[in-house]
């Protein structure tokens, strides 16, 4: 290879098609392990965005694992809908395997010649996190009843795997449901409820009833309240209830003995995620006793072997720090996991040496490993003393360099929680930008998980303040480091990560342009059309609704386009039923009415998420096209142009970056 070709920040020919966009969109999901056979959700943006369940015979230990088959119903999008962002699709044990079709909401079970028979009757009703009650040869679940007026109604519920379709409800009576688990003698039910305000992470209450063929008896609370969050209960071999909690400043693992609740292996570390979909596994049971499980410090992950009768705890050694599903059977361990330069995948886990080896990977070629732009995490000061985190992707192309002087463009980004975190996990998308000679920095603002109960807090009362804070004070950061262009700043964001996008461009004089993937414009609005499990997030976010309603006013974005000062483009899907397609429309108004350059797309078929193949290509590729045009540069590659509206008006009456 030659000497690298000088070439100004942004023009960079990428080393990652954006088709590799699409692969890194071949998701998997929910992996489980049954009787030597692992299964997932693999999301396929090439058909249309649906989830297709894959199986794996996993073989004899240091045996190659024969190749995935697909033993989901022909053509089912298997997806749950319930709180909407669903999870708990799909239920395996033995021979038995039951799925949610994303399209009816109706739970199927399949046959090994894949034919699907339903089990639960048509009608406005969605299910999730089913469990198999074996001994009354049924499943229990969580159902959403949408027949009604007003919200929808979660109940627990008993359907028959007869196929009558004859429906029992066990538990009603709260908001909300999750979580409903059998345990192995057939006796007992453990399942989690909460009410309004609460998110889960806010607070849920772990129940514990005997278990009957006329329902539920001698229902006890066992964990949790209002105020704590508990997660994830689940049965070990020997009939002991395990569960998360987080009745201090970390979220650990604790257990149900002679009738008190001891915490294991206690230390400074998240041992589950946010609960924002069903299904979540962060530990699983050995055979001789131990514990594998998923923590998180410092917003890194690493996998842990806890031996709960000695209190050691012994880090697994992986070259990975993202950890998503954990799956744990005898003495079989699968886990899904990111590194930082590759496709996220599945692995087979030895729980007595270590030793790992890829069971599912994507085989796409990415580039040379010399070629990715690796992620470096740091920490900055930001508003009141404090400090805040992010992960900085910088610009690196092993073919180019910049001239002498120039500083790169920088994106700044966060998650779309705002409870959640980012990763230092390859993203193809971060890479495809900092290919480019753009530089990429993903902000854990207050408010984020992996750092304790306080810093997640510190978000409460404060959405729109704290979390734009630490975006700028980041991008900031940057700058004085030489690390970013003052005068070429975007922030971008999807979701609740739009709305911290839109803040901080109606709210700070910082940046030079922005892109919201379905972000949110009115807080007030957002209130109102969003659904019933983040109808009252605002409420512990920002301030109880309708009584701080001056509040909402005063930060949502759309309502203050007046003072948004660049460049805005602005992607929303249209089926989307979180951030509706209402709130872009407010903003590109607005946006309009003050005479902002814009562009507006609105995706077909899309959702709270881009799943189609032709929406994520397209949706990159308008991000270039606008950030070479607001900042003069020309990305390589035939990137199609974008109509940019008013773009050269706003120039030519001196607007910002003219």
């Not at 002991?240 to 979220?251: K, N, S, V, Y």
């Not at 109102?528 to 609704?545: A, I, M, Q």
């Not at 979180?578 to 959702?607: H, K, M, Q, T, W």
Request: hydrophobic share 40%; charged share 20%.
């Amino acid at each position: 290879m030659g000497d690298p070709i000088v070439a100004p920040y942004g023009t960079w020919p990428s080393r990652f098609p954006t088709e590799l966009l699409v692969a890194a969109g071949r998701s998997r999901r929910e992996a489980r392990v049954d009787a030597g056979r692992v299964f997932w959700l693999e999301g396929r943006p090439d058909e249309g965005g649906r989830q297709a369940l894959m199986c794996l015979d996993l073989g004899a230990p240091g045996e190659p694992a024969e190749a995935p088959v697909e033993v989901g119903p022909p053509g089912m999008n298997i997806r749950s809908r319930v709180h909407e962002y669903g999870g708990g699709a799909y239920l395996a044990i033995g021979e038995l395997i039951v799925v949610s079709d994303f399209v009816t909401g109706r739970l199927f079970q399949v046959d090994p010649d894949r034919a699907a028979s339903p089990l639960t009757p048509e009608g406005p009703w969605r299910y999730a996190d089913a469990t198999h009650d074996a001994t009354r040869d049924r499943l229990i679940a969580v159902r959403e009843d949408h027949g009604g007026q007003g919200e929808w109604v979660n109940t627990l519920v008993a359907i028959p795997l007869d196929g009558s379709g004859e429906v029992e409800v066990l538990a009603e009576g709260h908001d909300f449901f999750a979580a409903p688990r059998v345990d192995p003698a057939g006796e007992r039910l453990a399942w989690l409820d909460w009410d309004h305000p609460n998110l889960p992470w806010d607070g849920t209450t772990l129940r514990l009833a005997r278990l009957g063929i006329d329902g539920l008896s001698g229902i006890r609370t066992i964990a949790g309240d209002a105020s704590t969050w508990v997660t994830q209960p689940r049965w070990s071999p020997a009939g002991e209830l395990w569960f998360a909690a987080e009745p201090g400043e970390w979220i650990n693992l604790h257990r149900l003995r002679d009738g008190g609740v001891e915490v294991v292996c206690p230390m400074a570390a998240e041992f589950a995620p946010p609960d924002w979909v069903f299904g979540n596994s962060t530990f699983g049971f050995l055979d001789d006793g131990r514990v594998m499980a998923i923590a998180v410090r410092d917003g890194r992950g690493e996998l842990l072997s806890l031996d709960p009768s000695t209190g050691d705890i012994a880090p697994v050694d992986l070259p990975f720090t993202t950890f998503g599903r954990i799956a744990v059977d005898g003495d079989q361990v699968v886990c899904s996991v990111a590194p930082e330069d590759g496709w996220p995948g599945i692995v087979r886990i030895d729980p007595l040496t270590g030793g790992w080896s890829w069971l599912v990977h994507d085989e796409v070629p990415i580039v040379d490993a010399f070629a990715v732009s690796r992620p470096r995490s740091f920490t900055f000061a930001t508003t009141g003393g404090r400090t805040a985190h992010a992960i900085l992707h910088p610009p690196f192309n092993p073919g180019y360099l910049a001239p002498d002087g120039e500083r790169p463009p920088l994106i700044v980004t966060s998650h779309g929680g705002p409870t959640a975190n980012t990763t230092t996990a390859f993203a193809a998308e971060h890479q495809a930008f900092t290919s480019r000679g753009i530089a990429v920095v993903d902000v854990d603002y207050g408010g984020s998980t992996g750092y304790g109960k306080a810093y997640r807090k510190r978000l409460e009362g404060e959405w729109g303040i704290v979390d734009v804070d630490d975006c700028v004070a980041a991008a900031q950061a940057l700058v004085e480091m030489g690390e970013a262009d003052p005068a070429r700043l975007i922030v971008r964001g999807g979701s609740a990560s739009g709305f911290t996008t839109l803040a901080a461009l109606a709210f700070r004089d910082v940046f030079g342009a922005g892109t919201t993937y379905f972000g949110i414009g009115d807080l007030e609005a957002f209130v109102g059309d969003t659904h019933k499990f983040e109808s009252r997030y605002t409420e512990r976010l920002v301030g109880p609704y309708p009584a701080t309603i001056e509040r909402y006013h005063e930060r949502s974005p759309s309502r203050h386009a007046d003072r948004i000062s660049c460049p805005v483009l602005v992607l929303q899907g249209a089926e989307d039923r979180v951030v509706p397609p209402s709130e872009a429309e407010g903003i590109v108004a607005a946006l309009r009415a003050n005479g902002i350059p814009f562009a507006y797309l609105l995706f077909a078929g899309e959702d709270h998420g881009f799943r189609q193949a032709s929406s994520i290509i397209r949706s990159f590729e308008a991000e270039l096209s606008f950030y070479g045009q607001v900042f003069g540069f020309e990305p390589a590659g035939g990137i199609a142009h974008l109509p940019i509206e008013g773009l050269e008006a706003w120039r030519a009456s001196g607007g910002r970056g003219a």
